[in-house]
C-alpha cells in the first residue's frame, strides 16, 4: 500500500508539481501511524494547516482523492496533512485513554506531533490549524478537538461520533463487538461536556470552533451520533441551538444553527446513507480559510 502511494504521488502532480509526499522522522510516534503531506507550490505567507483524517478500511490516499482540497490548497496556499494509521484495520483508536488524554500518547498525539513538525517545517500559522475528517476519521476528529483544544482553531466531522463516545470500548470500529457508541450513545450535555473538559483538566482557554455533519440514513454510524455531538459542542461553546435553516447548503440538507453560527453548526441530509458529505466551499468558509 505504502509503495503504491509514493507510485501515485510521483505521477498525480498538480500542473505546478506539487504531489502528495510521506514525511518521515516527523516525532514521537506512539502507535506507528504514518505522515503524508500536499505542500502546494505556492505557500501563504505562514500557512495554516488542515489535518484530513480517513476512515476505516482506507488510507492516506484514499482521503487524498476523495475531495478537493488540494486544488483549494493550490489557490490558498494553505498545507494538507494526511495521516494514516495501520492499526484497527485501519481505524483510529478512539476509544483509548491515551488518544482522549492531553499529551498522554495513542494517535493523537502522533498527529499533533505532525502539525508540530509541519508548524515548524513551513513557518505555518499556529492560530490557523484544522482538522477534518469522515467515519472514524469524523471520530478523530472531535477526540482531537477535545483533547488538543489549544492547537486547533475549527474542526469538520463528518458522520462521527461524540468526544469520548467509545471511551472504556475495547475498540471502536465496526467490526467491534461493542457498537453502543456509533448506534446513538446518549448523555446529558453536561456529562458529554464533561468528557471534554476532563481530557484536558485545567484548561480555560478557547475551544475550537465546530462543525458536525451527518446522513439522516445513516444505518452504521446513526444520526443520533450527531445530535449527540452537537449536544456536546453546545455545552462546551455555550452557544444554545437557534434555528434551522433548510436548504443550505442544497435542497436536501438542514443546517442547524447555535448561537450565531460562528462557534457550532450542524447539517443534516436528508435520506442520505454513510457518505463523507464533504462540501469543502461551506467548510472552508466556515474555517475561515476562503471568502
Not at 496556499?77 to 478512539?94: A, K, M, R, S
Request: charged content about 10%; proline content about 5%.
Amino acid at each position: 500500500m505504502l509503495g503504491s502511494l509514493f507510485i501515485f504521488a510521483a505521477m498525480a502532480a498538480t500542473c505546478l508539481g506539487a504531489s502528495l509526499q510521506g514525511v518521515t522522522n516527523w516525532g514521537t510516534n506512539p502507535t506507528n501511524i504514518t505522515m503524508y503531506i500536499y505542500v502546494p507550490d505556492q505557500l501563504a505567507a505562514n500557512p495554516p494547516i488542515i489535518v484530513a483524517i480517513h476512515s476505516c478500511q482506507r488510507d492516506a490516499l484514499n482521503w487524498y482523492n476523495r475531495t478537493t482540497l488540494p486544488s483549494y490548497a493550490d489557490a490558498n496556499g494553505f498545507i494538507l496533512i494526511y495521516p494514516e494509521t495501520p492499526n484497527f484495520n485501519h481505524c483510529w483508536d478512539v476509544h483509548n485513554t491515551a488518544t482522549l488524554t492531553h499529551n498522554e500518547g495513542g494517535d493523537a498525539l502522533g498527529i499533533i506531533n505532525m502539525i508540530n513538525y509541519t508548524l515548524s517545517t513551513y513557518n505555518g500559522d499556529s492560530t490557523r490549524v484544522f482538522a477534518m475528517g469522515f467515519s472514524s476519521g469524523g471520530m478523530m476528529t472531535n477526540a482531537l478537538a477535545g483533547t488538543y483544544p489549544n492547537v486547533f482553531e475549527a474542526a469538520a466531522a463528518y458522520s462521527g461520533v461524540a468526544h469520548a463516545c467509545s471511551a472504556g470500548s475495547p475498540c471502536s470500529t465496526p467490526f467491534c463487538q461493542n457498537q453502543t457508541c456509533a448506534q446513538g450513545l446518549e448523555h446529558t450535555s453536561t456529562e458529554w461536556g464533561n468528557f471534554v473538559r476532563n481530557s484536558y483538566p485545567g484548561y480555560t482557554e478557547k475551544r475550537p470552533r465546530m462543525m458536525i455533519v451527518h446522513g439522516t440514513n445513516d444505518t452504521l454510524v446513526r444520526p443520533k451520533c450527531a445530535v449527540e455531538a452537537l449536544k456536546q459542542w453546545s455545552e462546551v461553546l455555550g452557544v444554545p441551538f437557534t434555528k434551522n435553516v433548510t436548504g443550505v447548503p442544497s435542497a436536501e440538507y438542514t443546517q442547524m444553527v447555535y448561537g450565531d453560527g460562528t462557534q457550532l453548526q450542524g447539517y443534516f441530509a436528508e435520506g442520505v446513507g454513510h457518505t463523507s458529505l464533504v462540501n469543502e466551499d461551506i467548510m472552508l468558509r466556515f474555517f475561515g480559510l476562503i471568502a
